[in-house]
């Protein structure tokens, strides 16, 4: 069995009566060769993106973070089947915004691209990836537990304020190393 976060793993064990021996996790990684452009961030975020197809305009969710970047002065756009536009080319589109909110690939992808991710859940919103929450977040594939806390705007505003631009340029130059889809290539033709 073939999961891509620890929480799938357990996850699975548990519902499926599988043991957790016979599951493998391996994580999910990112093609740097397509997303190869990496943005050098400001000293404050000016841009930022929802990433995401979960939540719908009108979600609690959506709401705290369009109030959180509107306290912090960071203009917001959003894509996804929600909201009108789906991106077909990411690589093209990330590289534009200064800090990103999404989760999985989606958050693996803008990481890649230098961008400050802020991850998502399907009911709330997370931390700020940073080089000090890296390891148990990437063994998540950067989601957050289902049963979170209700979104805040408040505690959205607090990861927004965490931003370093020389923390997220750290951290997307070990997305690039630790996640590069063709690293892994070897490893998924043994599994």
């Known amino acids: 069995y073939l999961a891509v976060s620890t929480t799938l793993a357990e996850r699975m064990a548990i519902e499926s009566n599988i043991p957790p021996a016979d599951i493998t996790v391996l994580l999910n990684a990112v093609d740097v060769a397509r997303f190869s452009q990496v943005r050098t961030l400001p000293a404050r975020p000016a841009r930022a993106l929802f990433f995401n197809s979960r939540h719908d305009d009108d979600s609690p969710t959506v709401s705290a973070i369009r109030e959180a970047t509107a306290r912090c002065g960071v203009a917001l756009d959003f894509v996804g089947a929600p ?23 989606s958050a693996i992808e803008a990481l890649a691209c230098g961008c400050a991710v802020v991850i998502l859940g399907r009911t709330s919103c997370g931390e700020l990836v940073r080089s000090d929450n890296f390891d148990r977040l990437r063994r998540v594939n950067f989601s957050i537990a289902v049963n979170s806390p209700p979104p805040s705007a408040a505690k959205i505003a607090v990861e927004l304020e965490r931003f370093s631009a020389e923390d997220a340029a750290a951290v997307s130059a070990r997305v690039r190393h630790e996640a590069d889809f063709h690293q892994s290539v070897d490893t998924l033709v043994g599994i």
């Open 83 to 105: 909201f009108g536009p789906v991106i077909v080319r990411p690589e093209h589109v990330l590289p534009g915004y200064d800090v990103v909110f999404a989760s999985g690939i």
